[in-house]
């Protein structure tokens, strides 16, 4: 990550970290695919000292030399075309978002200072505010790349309460699937949940791998949990924009919630996050009594509490 040998940046070609993820990326793409699956003959059968392809066995798939490829799995990663990205691309059998993340890492080695920006966007505007308000029945979010839930309409805080429960801020899905001992019992998938969220945080490093707040949450939970530093060790990337989300709530008990995420056009750093539930199915019950208990919890919270001895009718009046 960024800052591995100077974390204050100076006086340092950032291209080092670079190159260490490109290395570090690459080596674990190769370790993965075998020669049978990549339809190679398994030259040196019991004798081979590694479990994937070799080096120059992903060189000739590739269709370059395999001192070219030797050279760019090392973070030499100066003018490579979009051909040579292709040829590794379908030899090491990458997803898009692998794809994406090796051209990430490739664009940051090929840049000798971290590039002038402004910091991403934080405050989500008051139209999308609006937006969320609207979503009555539907639990809707807005986050970061980082995890970060920037804003949730109300059935969505109710949603997430266990993980509104933790004080920091801004709530923090990462943070809590592996610092909170009650993520697991909130995530019935807990071991998926736990691979996306490792998964997105890697894809947002390759974007920005000077982002100071990421750098900083990556560095909190690789000292806190070691489940997170094995998951971070594989490199794995992954687009993660619609799909089913299983939850036990602690009020309403499983739900089983398709989710769909749509990005925010006027702000590239955030996406809109919404939950749904079947028409008449168990899960729009479930919804239907969270939304009411959260209703019910937030006009209790709202009622000012009256901490006044009643006046006793039988004192006569002054």
């Not at 190769?30 to 990549?38: F, I, M, N, S, Y």
């Not at 920006?117 to 989500?124: I, T």
């Not at 995890?147 to 969505?156: P, Y």
């Not at 982002?211 to 490199?235: C, K, Q």
């Amino acid at each position: 990550m960024a800052g591995r040998n100077d974390p204050h940046g100076i006086n340092r070609d950032i291209r080092d970290d670079f190159r260490a993820e490109i290395r570090e990326f690459l080596g674990t793409r190769r370790a993965r695919v075998t020669p049978e699956q990549a339809g190679l003959p398994a030259y040196g059968g019991d004798r081979r000292r590694v479990t994937g392809l070799r080096r120059e066995e992903v060189a000739l798939l590739a269709g370059i030399s395999s001192e070219y490829y030797t050279r760019l799995e090392r973070g030499n990663a100066t003018g490579v075309s979009e051909s040579v990205i292709d040829g590794i691309a379908q030899a090491l059998q990458l997803d898009e978002a692998e794809r994406i993340h090796l051209n990430d890492l490739l664009r940051g080695a090929g840049t000798s200072r971290p590039p002038r920006r402004r910091p991403a966007q934080q405050r989500v505007r008051p139209a999308v505010h609006r937006v969320l308000d609207s979503m009555a029945g539907t639990p809707a979010f807005v986050l970061n790349g980082r995890g970060d839930i920037l804003a949730a309409n109300h059935l969505g805080r109710a949603l997430f309460s266990p993980v509104y429960a933790d004080p920091a801020r801004p709530p923090n899905n990462a943070r809590f699937i592996f610092l909170s001992p009650h993520a697991t019992e909130f995530f019935r998938d807990w071991n998926q949940v736990a691979g996306d969220a490792v998964a997105m945080l890697r894809a947002e490093a390759g974007r920005d791998l000077y982002d100071r707040r990421l750098t900083d949450l990556i560095g909190e939970l690789s000292t806190r949990s070691e489940e997170f530093r094995h998951r971070w060790a594989a490199h794995n990337v992954r687009m993660h924009t619609t799909g089913v989300k299983l939850l036990h709530h602690p009020v309403v008990g499983d739900l089983d919630l398709p989710f769909e995420t749509f990005p925010l056009g006027a702000d590239p750093s955030q996406v809109l996050l919404t939950y749904t539930a079947e028409p008449a199915s168990p899960t729009q019950d479930a919804l239907n009594l969270l939304a009411s208990w959260a209703a019910n919890d937030a006009i209790e919270r709202s009622t000012p509490a009256d901490d006044s001895e009643p006046a006793d009718s039988s004192e006569p009046a002054d």
